[in-house]
């Protein structure tokens, strides 16, 4: 029995035993135990390309507009195709654009077999919309056997992704293929314009709190200031083990070209900040002495920032700021130069220098 048929196996054993479900209408219940006895009959997730890619889950690979991130996902899908049956549905490059981007001087690349690329059929209108005929599609290639799929990109599947509503059924539909086929998904999107200079996140993706709700990990790609064929790799969430690549330890990247192979080699581990910020000014300090200087506190201006506490105290430290006096509550004396000095502060009250006379 090969992995393809084993796999199939377990994915129908656990089919079978949603008839010891107690039905809840929308819901299905029994005991933890018994939940989790059907998880011993699947195998523990393989992990792909560097670790960033979980079998089973679905994975949101995210940056801005012409980083990379097709040809980044061809490279994912083509080594996954070493050992898995896989479709990059390619909804961006028409024929001749994908042949030229793997085509350097006569030479071509030649893909693995079990890689296969998916573009819209246009012999016929597109009679049910583009997203439910999408979703059909999905289903009919799990059913030839495909075992993981690239979605390149929401965005072209469904246009109104960046609304909750759209964003929220399209992907519970993805989730309900994931989970009845055991297939591998990853999707790729955008993000909306935001600062150069400002470390992504996972509110950076577009829709991003209907869309991160459903995937099971998300993995951002950026450009490399100063590098034009530098970029990096950053997991900003991950379900099934520990990030391997987080903001102290992203993944450095060189775009190259070997031979009309177009991808990105994996170069070394940096820092997020030193990478955008080395040998700049960083200009978030300036931010969050603005903000605390409107009597925010390190909690408030590290949230709204979306860095640490600790980040938002070093800077401050590390600049003179002067003191800003809080509004006292009614029946309280006014004290100046008090920082986050309300419940749930932990510990938070870092002294700041004084201000310049």
């Not at 939940?35 to 089973?56: K, M, Q, S, T």
């Not at 040809?71 to 070493?82: D, H, W």
């Not at 059909?136 to 599947?157: M, P, R, W």
């Amino acid at each position: 029995m090969n992995a393809t048929d084993s796999m199939a196996m377990h994915f129908k054993e656990l089919l079978d035993s949603r008839q010891s479900f107690e039905n809840l209408g929308l819901l299905k219940m029994k005991s933890g135990n018994a939940f989790i006895e059907d998880g011993l009959r699947l195998p523990d997730p393989v992990l792909y390309f560097h670790g960033l890619i979980a079998e089973n889950e679905i994975t949101v690979l995210f940056s801005k507009p012409g980083v990379g991130k097709s040809i980044l996902a061809v490279q994912i899908g083509s080594e996954i195709a070493e050992a898995k049956l896989v479709v990059y549905i390619d909804l961006e490059l028409s024929l001749k654009q994908f042949q030229k981007r793997y085509t350097v001087n006569g030479i071509r690349h030649n893909f693995p077999d079990n890689f296969k690329r998916a573009e819209f059929n246009t012999d016929g209108p597109i009679e049910d919309g583009m997203e439910e005929g999408l979703l059909e599609s999905i289903e009919i290639a799990a059913q030839k056997g495909i075992q993981v799929v690239i979605l390149d990109n929401i965005t072209y599947a469904c246009p109104d992704a960046e609304r909750a509503d759209s964003a929220t059924i399209f992907m519970q539909r993805l989730k309900y293929l994931k989970e009845t086929y055991g297939i591998t998904m990853i999707i790729l999107s955008h993000t909306p314009k935001i600062p150069n200079y400002r470390p992504l996140t996972l509110n950076d993706l577009a829709g991003s709190h209907k869309l991160m709700a459903f995937v099971d990990s998300a993995v951002a790609l950026a450009r490399v200031p100063g590098k034009p064929s530098q970029r990096y790799i950053k997991q900003v969430k991950v379900r099934s083990s520990e990030a391997i690549y987080d903001g102290e330890h992203v993944a450095l990247l060189e775009l190259v070209d070997s031979m009309g192979w177009l991808h990105m080699q994996f170069v070394g581990e940096a820092s997020e900040n030193d990478l955008l910020f080395s040998g700049h000014h960083d200009p978030r300090v300036d931010e969050a002495i603005a903000l605390h200087l409107d009597g925010k506190s390190v909690r408030e201006i590290a949230s709204q920032m979306g860095v640490g506490k600790s980040t938002v105290s070093r800077w401050l430290q590390d600049k003179t700021v002067p003191s800003v006096p809080r509004v006292p509550s009614a029946g309280q004396a006014g004290q100046t130069g008090q920082r986050d000095n309300h419940n749930g502060n932990d510990g938070e009250e870092l002294p700041l220098p004084p201000a310049e006379v």
